[in-house]
């Protein structure tokens, strides 16, 4: 097969000692900065991009450290969940409700265990799906035109905020912004200035990377200092690890319906790492539950490990083959690769085959590291867990300045991460959205060239955009996105909040 | 009270309309015009952020507390150390601006004075080094060149 072959080359790529390295380095670093409550996925690859960038790594080992990075966070965030009751993101927040009870039980190691595996069982499963279901949606999204692809654009945005998003208007208000954003600089077809004021420094736009740096890091400084949240949180302690085979197996059916469920909902758009946690483990309490479930059950935290994983590299799906991310990190990881020079999309497996399936093999690896790493040296990411943030924290904004300042040597670009740390400040206190923000100005110029392509195609008939079949059901799944939310989420969030609850009462 | 949406949105709807208005103003390109411009999208985009900024001041959601003023002003000194951080890295040379501002940073965090300052010099020193010799990225010295 096809698709066998090119796997195969790409593992003749992840095989080599460069390629594991950057692997073992990605997954440690990932598993720390997904360990850290308050840091996140998005984040800890958001600081990290200025410095592969300016280590000058090649595209391939970028991506591949980047994508163990984002692999190790997903492993790193059930480690807060089990221990303090903190999920280090959102989408390990159902791994709280059955993770925290088994370590209040005394059995805090079984549980980290378990979930470890788990999580490997989610992200194989889910990177196989990928594997399969990749190269035959890029070989469809071939057939995308100009104006079929500003409908898929319109799509990202109104699916951004999720099924689950609370205010539609932000959203696209967000959106908006980050789009905005990308238009400031020399128009690339015409030559015409925007909004530079004839400043310097703006004419080739603002650098998103400092923009995404800004944004999530120096906010969560200030949120940190606003919480006096500098001295951390109690953990409960750790027990010698017990368990046996019999316990393992007890858990695999959970944690492969889990990981099914969970790629699917990573792929489709909208629905993301939170939904697909949420799903299985609802699922898995209904099928499995004889009232142990929210008290400690293993399955109840191999299914949303297993989905919150799966969800993960189900992601990268729409990111690689249309070049359009699901969610926060995956908008990240897509920051990285523009600021590569490569375009993902469709094209990205045909003109970029060694990258992608060295990539895609890496994530095996990578899964295979994470695993063994995450048994026995737990206990050494939980030492790090006890780390206050007061000490953690401006260490970490440093280095994540020094990336800034490294990628150009301008003193200029930390004034701006600054200033979009203090609009990031603002943002969340008005609860808009980042991650649209980031997204619109990732993809504002590709969105704006694909508007053009299509009405000059069309000699300037705005009805092009509406004149296929596919684009139009691109825009009905876009209307949807934006209107389904509004009917479907205060339920589903309901019903999420009310599972956490009954934990807290225990 | 619903203050902050109500004022956000205002303030968004200036930026939109500013942002439409000046959109208009951009000068013909090189060639006349063609049916898109460059400012076709801008305009589409002030739209939007119009249309949302105008539901978000009629219908605003419940505010989140804003800190009170000890604190906002405690934010604002951070976020001047970080400027002058970046002013100082090069004249003054990236470790001691780095441990100043480390050190205060998690002094303000709550760090003990003591602790605080250990944590500043110890991270700018192993991040310089790393990055210097390690990664071979220069950081400038600045007055410790000499």
Redesign the interface.
């Given at each position: 097969m096809d698709t066998m072959s090119l796997l195969m080359q790409g593992f003749a790529v992840a095989l080599t000692p460069e390629s594991i390295m950057f692997a073992v380095i990605g997954a440690i670093l990932g598993t720390l900065i997904g360990a850290l409550p308050g840091l996140g996925p998005a984040n800890g690859v958001a600081i990290l991009i200025p410095l592969a960038f300016s280590l000058g790594l090649s595209p391939t080992s970028s991506l591949i450290l980047l994508t163990s990075v984002y692999a190790g966070a997903m492993y790193g965030g059930r480690i807060s969940s089990i221990l303090l009751n903190i999920p280090g993101d959102e989408p390990a927040m159902m791994t709280c409700l059955d993770g925290y009870p088994m370590a209040l039980k005394g059995k805090a190691a079984e549980a980290l265990a378990i979930s470890a595996i788990a999580s490997f069982i989610g992200s194989f499963i889910a990177t196989i799906g990928l594997v399969i279901l990749a190269p035959i949606l890029a070989k469809f999204a071939l057939k995308f035109g100009p104006s079929e692809y500003f409908a898929l654009f319109a799509l990202a945005f109104a699916t951004l905020g999720g099924i689950t998003g609370k205010n539609q208007f932000k959203t696209l208000m967000a959106a908006a912004i980050g789009l905005m954003i990308a238009t400031v600089g020399i128009d690339i077809s015409t030559g015409v200035q925007r909004f530079t004021y004839n400043t310097l420094e703006l004419f080739e736009g603002v650098d998103f990377i400092i923009a995404i740096v800004g944004l999530f890091a120096i906010s969560e400084l200030l949120f940190f200092l606003e919480r006096h949240a500098g001295d951390g949180l109690k953990q409960v302690a750790i027990n010698k690890l017990k368990l046996s085979p019999k316990d393992i197996v007890k858990v695999l059916p959970a944690s492969f319906r889990g990981a099914v469920l969970g790629f699917v909902a990573g792929v489709l758009p909208g629905a993301g790492a939170s939904l697909g946690s949420f799903i299985s483990y609802t699922l898995e309490k209904r099928v499995s539950d004889k009232g142990e479930f929210g008290k400690g059950d293993p399955r109840g935290v191999a299914a949303p490990e297993a989905g919150n994983n799966g969800a993960a590299s189900g992601a990268l799906v729409p990111m690689l083959t249309l070049g359009v991310p699901g969610s926060g990190t995956t908008a990240v990881l897509l920051a990285m690769l523009i600021s590569l020079n490569i375009s993902p999309g469709p094209m990205l497996f045909q003109q970029n085959a060694d990258l992608v399936w060295g990539v895609i093999a890496a994530m095996f690896v990578g899964n295979l590291v994470l695993l063994l790493l995450n048994i026995p040296m737990v206990g050494i990411f939980v030492k790090l867990l006890s780390i206050p943030p007061k000490y953690l924290m401006p260490v970490v904004t440093l280095i994540a300045s020094v990336g800034i300042y490294s990628v150009s040597h301008s003193a200029l670009d930390l004034y701006f991460m600054v200033g979009f740390g203090v609009l990031g400040y603002i943002f969340r206190k008005v609860d808009i959205p980042l991650v649209p923000i980031i997204l619109g100005m990732l993809l504002g110029p590709e969105m704006e060239k694909s508007l053009r392509h299509a009405l000059v195609l069309s000699d300037g008939d705005w009805g092009v955009l509406f004149n296929s079949g596919l684009s139009i059901g691109l825009w009905i799944v876009a209307i949807l996105g934006l209107v389904l939310p509004v009917i479907v989420g205060p339920i589903i969030r309901a019903k999420m909040k009310k599972s956490k609850d009954t934990v807290k009462d225990v | 009270m619903r203050i902050?949406?109500r004022v956000?949105g205002m303030l968004?709807l200036i930026?939109?309309v500013v942002?439409g208005w000046?959109?208009t103003k951009?000068?013909i390109?090189?060639?006349g015009h063609?049916?898109?411009?460059?400012e076709?999208?801008?305009i589409m985009?002030?739209l939007?952020?119009g249309i949302?900024?105008i539901?978000?001041i009629v219908r605003p959601?419940p505010d989140?507390k804003?800190?009170p003023v000890a604190?906002l002003i405690?934010?604002s000194v951070?976020?001047l150390s970080?400027?002058a951080?970046?002013?100082a890295?090069?004249p003054i040379g990236?470790m001691p601006a780095?441990a100043l501002?480390?050190s205060f940073?998690?002094w303000?965090?709550?760090?003990s004075i003591a602790?605080?300052v250990i944590?500043?010099v110890t991270?700018?020193v192993v991040?310089f080094f790393l990055?210097n010799n390690v990664?071979e990225?220069a950081?400038p010295l600045g007055l410790l060149e000499f």
């Open positions: - | 902050n949406d956000f968004m930026l939109a942002y000046e959109a951009f000068p390109p090189f060639g063609e049916s898109v411009g460059p076709t999208f801008p985009l002030s939007i952020l949302s900024s539901y978000l959601d989140e804003w800190a604190m405690e934010l951070v976020v970080m400027l951080f970046a002013w890295i090069e990236f780095a501002v480390v940073l998690s303000r965090m709550g760090a602790k605080s944590t500043g991270s700018s991040i990055f990664l990225l950081l």
